[in-house]
T-cell receptor
């Protein structure tokens, strides 16, 4: 079993929809949680960064972390075709340096 | 600040050849990381440097792989005697020491071994 599980999709939604992306993890030492967006043949781009449990909002994006359930989510409001990409969750422990990634969820927002 | 730069963007090589990739991190970042990403998978950690010291290596980094960061600035990743299984995107990232944020990734070097 992988340390971080993420549904690979693909996920197809109409423009303007609310998108929910999720990851589960097994390592209770993870304390820092990130969401990256990756366009085809490009490097990952950091979208959201959260520490421990709680919510964080930035524009149309909201990240949620529930450490008790080992579950993190990214919500995208008013989704746009330009949001079409692969979304990767990533996490690391408090003293760790390496990020452990999920497999990524491929999202397509259609007109 | 132009972000993290990687060179080349693409590399096609014959099996058995050696290849070397370069990464230039964000100038004030003293930590530098190498990751490998295959199709349909998330990036996997290979190794990281703090300044010029290589502090951690993954089991994925076989003896054919070597990474250096000689002056604590740019880094190189060399793969000797390439195999078809080495075909992947090689990503470099940088960060501040124990920075409370995510890492900044470059656009990667896509390696194809034929």
């Amino acid at each position: 079993q992988k340390e971080v599980e993420q549904d690979p999709g693909p996920l197809s939604v109409p423009e303007g929809a609310i998108v929910s992306l999720n990851c589960t993890y097994s390592n209770s030492a993870f304390q820092y949680f990130m969401w990256y967006r990756q366009y085809s043949r490009k490097g990952p781009e950091l979208l959201m960064y959260t520490y421990s449990s709680g919510n964080k909002e930035d524009g149309r994006f909201t990240a949620q972390v529930d450490k008790s359930s080992k579950y993190i989510s990214l919500f995208i409001r008013d989704s746009q075709p330009s949001d079409s990409a692969t979304y990767l969750c990533a996490m690391r422990g408090g003293g760790g340096n390496k990020l452990t990634f999920g497999t990524g969820t491929q999202l397509k927002v259609e007109l | 600040d132009t972000g993290v730069s990687q060179d080349p963007r693409h590399k096609i090589t014959k099996r058995g050849q050696n290849v070397t990739f370069r990464c230039d991190p964000i100038s004030e970042h003293n930590r530098l990381y190498w990751y490998r990403q295959t199709l349909g998978q998330g990036p996997e950690f290979l190794t990281y440097f703090q300044n010029e010291a290589q502090l951690e290596k993954s089991r994925l980094l076989s003896d054919r792989f070597s990474a250096e960061r000689p002056k604590g600035s740019f880094s190189t990743l060399e793969i000797q005697r390439t195999e078809q299984g080495d075909s992947a995107m090689y990503l470099c990232a940088s960060s501040l020491t124990q920075g409370n944020d995510g890492y900044t990734f470059g656009s990667g070097t896509r390696l194809t071994v034929v």
